[in-house]
């Protein structure tokens, strides 16, 4: 049995290492291509997609406030094109990202909002056909109270929706507004209870001065029941035509604010607390009165061309709410 070893330098299959092998190898330092799946890979099925693109981004918007200053506002924008080519397996999302982020230095309005549609379609011209967005944010609107001398800031959740298709944007503008809602039912019933107290108190009576009917109903005895009220949503919703350049936000607030008269409060003093309680004695609403009255406000707006208004009581004394919806009603329009 040989004793040589099958890695020595005398075996016929081991080869010398020369001084220059024994070197550490270069590295490649020339750029290299980085993979591109989206462009060098076709879809395994076919199809074109409605659409395609980002939800929950986050940005800073510029919104002309009060004083006609501009406010730095956060949001969240959905940002979507349509993948109108079935062979083309995906877009280019970072191009829809960097489109949105390089516009947002100037004001946020509808020429905005276009600018960066025209962006992304033209960033994706090959595959693209029609782009959307979606802007969610916060409205800050300084409120006085309403017999104090404060003021302090109110805030207004608001969408913006846009779809470019060709030449034609189409916007819908979507507020939300909280107020207080009176159960007219319930205000009936109270009354009705003190009635019967104040029947009780002084049946028999022939006579009775002013006075002892005054220091009767500021007693506690009169307190036998209280009308309920709940805070409340108004949802309204517009399409918008091409006669209107801006959104109108402050306007549909202004509008559904002044027929439901009970917004809810932010500063509040005892004189502001019992005017609040006056203004929803003079205001009692079922949903039904309250969409009613969204409804009167909304219908003659200027440049609206469909419409969707939602009041929603968060009920108080039912463990659900009470809902009613009314829309324009036009053909192909929005659906309750």
């Known amino acids: 049995m040989s004793t040589d070893s099958p890695l020595s330098s005398q075996s016929?299959?081991?080869?010398?290492?020369?001084?220059?092998?024994?070197?550490p190898l270069a590295m490649d330092t020339s750029p290299r291509l980085l993979p591109d799946v989206a462009n060098d890979t076709a879809p395994q099925f076919q199809s074109s997609i409605d659409r395609v693109g980002m939800s929950g981004i986050e940005v800073a918007i510029l919104v002309r406030g009060e004083d006609d200053v501009?406010?730095?506002?956060?949001?969240?924008?959905?940002?979507?094109?349509?993948?109108?080519?079935?062979?083309?397996?995906?877009?280019?999302?970072?191009?829809?990202?960097?489109?949105?982020?390089?516009?947002?230095?100037?004001?946020?309005?509808?020429?905005?909002?276009?600018?960066?549609?025209?962006?992304?379609?033209?960033?994706?011209?090959?595959?693209?056909?029609?782009a959307y967005l979606q802007f969610s944010f916060e409205h800050m609107i300084q409120r006085a109270s309403l017999l104090s001398d404060n003021t302090a800031w109110r805030?207004?959740?608001?969408?913006?929706?846009?779809?470019?298709?060709?030449?034609?944007?189409?916007y819908r503008v979507h507020v939300r507004l909280t107020y207080s809602s009176a159960c007219p039912c319930s205000a009936a019933l109270s009354r009705q209870l003190l009635q019967q107290q104040f029947e009780e108190q002084f049946y028999g009576h022939n006579w009775m001065s002013a006075?002892?009917?005054?220091?009767?109903?500021g007693s506690n005895s009169t307190l036998i029941a209280v009308p309920h009220s709940q805070r409340s949503h108004a949802d309204i919703t517009v399409d918008l035509d091409d006669s209107r350049e801006d959104l109108p936000i402050d306007e549909i607030i202004q509008r559904v604010e002044g027929?439901?008269?009970?917004?809810?409060?932010?500063?509040?003093?005892?004189?502001?607390?019992?005017?609040?309680?006056?203004?929803?004695?003079?205001?009692?609403?079922?949903?039904?009165?309250?969409?009613?009255r969204m409804k009167s406000a909304i219908d003659p707006m200027p440049g609206v061309i469909d419409y969707r208004v939602q009041a929603s009581h968060f009920e108080s004394l039912h463990p659900h709410d009470a809902v009613a919806i009314v829309v324009k009603g036009i053909p192909g329009g929005m659906v309750p």
């Open 12 to 23: 016929p299959s081991a080869t010398p290492l020369t001084a220059d092998a024994t070197r």
């Open 70 to 130: 501009l406010m730095r506002t956060p949001a969240k924008v959905d940002a979507y094109v349509s993948l109108d080519d079935p062979a083309t397996k995906g877009i280019h999302m970072s191009r829809l990202y960097l489109s949105l982020q390089n516009e947002l230095h100037t004001e946020f309005s509808r020429k905005q909002i276009e600018r960066i549609l025209g962006r992304f379609l033209e960033t994706h011209s090959e595959m693209s056909q029609s």
């Open 155 to 170: 805030s207004y959740p608001i969408q913006v929706e846009a779809l470019k298709q060709g030449d034609s944007v189409k």
């Open 211 to 217: 006075a002892t009917v005054l220091n009767w109903l």
């Open 259 to 292: 027929v439901l008269n009970t917004a809810v409060q932010a500063a509040v003093k005892r004189a502001d607390e019992q005017e609040f309680a006056r203004l929803n004695g003079e205001n009692l609403m079922f949903c039904e009165d309250a969409a009613r």
